[in-house]
């Protein structure tokens, strides 16, 4: 599987951004698809993901003003986030969680990250 993730830039405090992550490859064994961050000096964590069945999940620092969703026939995941925070200034990271039914293993899957950058 493979992932091209797009649409960071610099943004004012309360301001919007829409990420996109489109994969391509083995589509059909990804399970979850969704979007980590790693700021400067902190570890990577998860900010939101969807499942194929539509289930999402987000960090609670997050909720609210992220929101995740999936173009399953584009294979596209987007990550639209608003209200926009100093704090959310990051490197963004689409991934994609895959299980192979012909061999009963799972794997994860990044895309290049793409830097949001949140302005006071």
């Known amino acids: 599987v493979q992932l091209q993730a797009s649409g960071g830039g610099l943004v004012q405090a309360g301001g919007s951004l829409r990420l996109s992550c489109a994969a391509s490859?083995?589509?059909?064994?990804?399970?979850?698809m969704g979007w980590y961050r790693q700021a400067p000096g902190k570890q990577r964590e998860m900010v939101a993901n969807?499942?194929?069945?539509?289930?999402?999940n987000y960090a609670d620092s997050v909720k609210g003003r992220f929101t995740i969703s999936s173009d399953s026939g584009k294979n596209t995941v987007y990550l639209q986030m608003n209200s926009l925070k100093p704090e959310d200034t990051a490197v963004y990271y689409c991934?994609?969680?895959?299980?192979?039914?012909?061999?009963?293993?799972?794997?994860?899957?990044w895309g290049q990250g793409t830097l949001v950058t949140v302005s006071s």
């Open positions: 991934n994609a969680d895959t299980f192979s039914m012909a061999t009963a293993e799972a794997s994860r899957y």
């Open positions: 490859g083995s589509t059909n064994s990804i399970q979850f």
């Open positions: 969807v499942g194929n069945s539509g289930s999402t």
